[in-house]
């Protein structure tokens, strides 16, 4: 390892326009600010040095072969839609973006898989598939991310529930590792032990030990039709206690998601999108898929029942798209409706086992408020993975909203180990978690991440200070 | 790292002998020969230094951190049924049985998961899942084999295409690193983005980075019917042809295995177990899972449909449990049918893209009768994971059969490459495959292999010679 990184100097920006184009580089003042930050510039605003647009493997491949006999830190960015802090440029050095690479090739249909570039826009994925009859299932809120940051961070979303995560659906990828080596790990194949499984170890590594360039991503035959019920309930705790109730059904749901009064009410005054069921405190949400009708009906019919059973004071069932889409378009406007009620806002993305749901659902308002602190946990109960988000209100001065986010995550996140769960569900750690890491995994687990991290990027030059910070980063 | 590995002395028998118990540590020849290879001793017999039964996950740690300090490798053992040399003690020194850690704790119905011990047999997993209306589908043939080998092996087998692999239902694991850390990877949670994904970098790593104490898996609602197909065709290649054609479907099926009439014929004469479909030189099995008798009606109608209009003299339904027990009766004794039929056996378990089946069994063929050996492609055809036994006849010499071999598998392993695929589908590397697999995967991945190796196992004490080989093991 050699430090500190260089500084780098006119002679690298001509490099890398060498290797590139001209009108494809910006240094400096030129960078747009947009690109010194993701989705949570409260996670850090940095500068890089030079920002690129690439347009083939070729050129990453000969950017970070310079970069690593350089010693110049390399920072790859997709859409820049994360929620961690984790695509930006900590220690300065190079962003290279791959939004030019956006190509979606044909749809292989007899090995039901489809191929694109990292920049290719998961909604374009998810539509390329369904256009040949097929289905795309990953579905993380944010349609404008990149397929390469979905799998690079692992995205997880609604319908994790029946169909996994981006990780269950990675066939495949090319990468080039922080030599310029350009690597594949596995191939469109469905099973494979041949050596390590690299590529699973990469899906989630959020850009710190190579940079994907293409991937091949596995797809369903398309589910026939689907229904979404919503279950209203007189409190939260009673919600998350029906999650397990729902599960134990022969019928796997696609979607658990459950959401609130308050916040509905929210999304209603702030954004004008109407919720079609009025009663109930809290109200669970789940969607069925199925290939055929009766399947479909079985599914719902069952579902129903065990919500009367446990307490629903209804269950409203949406069988049009139309009726569906009212209910989802609500709950996926949360993160815009509590970004509009609130001066900002800092998340918690635990997830914990199903089975302590309720249990932390109700001992995470406690500790918000014990704080000062008014908390919307929402999202995915049907993963346990539940979005615990806080609002800045008006009166807070910085300090004191500083000071009680920093209090109230300490404490969620112990009481997240305490049952069992993990520090993060789906955003991942980037550089807005990584403080809270160490305590959550222990010391042994670090120094073995920073093995891993070396055992690829010995010279630590790719996204430094995320997910592992090395003391020698800094110097 | 310190070579050469110590040569063990009394003092070292006596410190496992005390931090174990004397009736559970075997030196020497005391040790049993079973124990000096796996199911393959084609790929090497190599005696213990001393065997040892451990109980719990302390006595592993205590074990590790010892031979950690005084460089002595460690070769984890469960069942001892893996098929590539995987479990030998190459380098001598120490082989830990897990088989009596055996515990299967009461199935979690609030996650659906089961958490067992390593030595817990697979088959008692599946009992134990099954008695409380869940199901644990992985089902690699081998009956007897460890939960603990499977996790570790990544075992695939039949079920691998409606229900994925080991991997897909592994929720988190107890380790032991080499250096005898005990050590969690992820806990009992659905998604999980807290650091790397170290858990499925250790599923399928064969032993090499660390032993595996405790592990806890995802379950299944289980399916309430199912029902086998068996299509009998002219050749194995229009069986191969038919599978994408099953795939296209908008039923998942649940496993789709060839067989050639040779193979039936071997198992009817040698085993006297006999196949209830006369016809076809080849046969296609399709299996179906439901959750419904309707959804089950609606898929067997289609694949039954879409076999007669693709060649299938006739598509004989296998309703009952009886009659489709008659077909998988005989699949499931291919082997002991190959090993009853010849002197020994050499396998290729190289895994294609599902569109290039077909060019591969009948390049395959070729290749092997070129160098005069009988070829039996068989397996898991849904997966692209072809099973491409040779058989030895008595009229071979030693020479002949392991120059003929050698020369076989050298061509498929590149054919396969040739063809995106794999060298190992589900058996893995270990010692068997070692010699193919730098050509294979090439220079710059071994070197990768090599880092991640070092990252977990800096001293090379664990499992050395086995997926990677370092110069210095030899010394």
């Known amino acids: 390892m050699a430090y500190p990184y260089k500084k780098m100097q006119e002679e690298d920006f001509d490099y890398i326009r060498s290797v590139t184009a001209e009108d494809r580089v910006w240094t400096g003042d030129e960078i747009a600010r947009e ?19 690439v347009e083939n493997t070729e050129e990453i491949s000969k950017i970070m072969a310079y970069a690593y006999q350089e010693n110049i830190p390399v920072v790859c960015r997709g859409a820049g839609t994360g929620l961690a802090g984790g695509a930006t440029c900590k220690y300065g050095g190079i962003m290279l973006s791959i939004m030019r690479m956006n190509r979606i090739f044909p749809v292989d249909h007899k090995n039901q898989t489809i191929t694109a570039e990292p920049g290719a826009l998961l909604i374009d994925i998810q539509a390329a598939a369904a256009a040949e009859g097929l289905f795309y299932p990953p579905d993380p809120g944010e349609k404008t991310a990149s397929i390469g940051g979905n799998v690079i961070t ?35 194949v469905v099973k494979n032990t041949t050596g390590y499984d690299l590529k699973d170890l990469v899906i989630g590594s959020e850009g710190t030990l190579c940079i994907l360039t293409q991937v091949t991503l596995k797809l369903l035959p398309a589910p026939t039709c689907s229904c979404t019920l919503v279950m209203p309930f007189a409190s ?26 308050e916040l509905i009410d929210i999304v209603e005054r702030r954004l004008h999108k109407f919720f079609p069921v009025k009663e109930g405190e809290a109200v669970l949400i789940v969607m069925y898929d199925a290939s055929s009708r009766q399947e479909l009906d079985s599914a719902v019919r069952a579902a129903s029942e065990a919500a009367l059973a446990n307490g629903a004071f209804d269950c409203c069932i949406a069988a049009t798209p139309e009726r569906a889409g009212s209910v989802w378009d609500v709950r996926g406007a949360i993160l815009e409706g509590m970004k509009a009620d609130s001066v900002s806002q800092e998340e918690c993305d635990v997830v914990v086992p199903r089975s302590r749901i309720a249990e932390y659902v109700k001992k995470a308002k406690k500790i918000a408020l014990s704080h000062g602190i008014r908390v919307e946990p929402c999202g995915h109960c049907g993963d346990g993975n539940i979005h615990t988000e806080m609002l800045r209100g008006p009166e807070m001065s910085d300090e004191e909203w500083k000071s009680a986010t920093h209090a109230s995550l300490t404490e969620l996140y112990a009481l997240s180990k305490e049952l069992g769960g993990q520090l993060s569900g789906e955003h991942g750690i980037g550089n807005g978690r990584l403080k809270f890491l160490e305590e959550f995994v222990g010391p042994r687990m670090i120094q073995l991440y920073k093995s891993v991290k070396l055992a690829f990027d010995d010279k630590l030059i790719l996204n430094p200070g995320k997910v592992v910070e090395f003391q020698e980063d800094r110097m």
Do not use: Q
């Open 154 to 188: 692992n995205a997880g979303g609604m319908k994790a529930v029946r169909y996994g995560l981006t990780r269950d659906f990675v066939r495949c990828m090319e990468v080039v590792l922080p030599d310029g080596s350009i690597m594949n790990f596995s191939s469109n």
């Open 236 to 261: 939260l705790e009673e919600c998350a206690d029906m999650v397990p109730k729902v599960l134990e059904l022969p019928f796997v749901p696609t979607a658990i998601e459950f959401l609130e009064r």
């Open 35 to 53: 690109y010194y930050h993701d989705e949570m510039p409260e996670y850090g605003e940095y500068p890089p040095e030079l920002y690129v647009e």
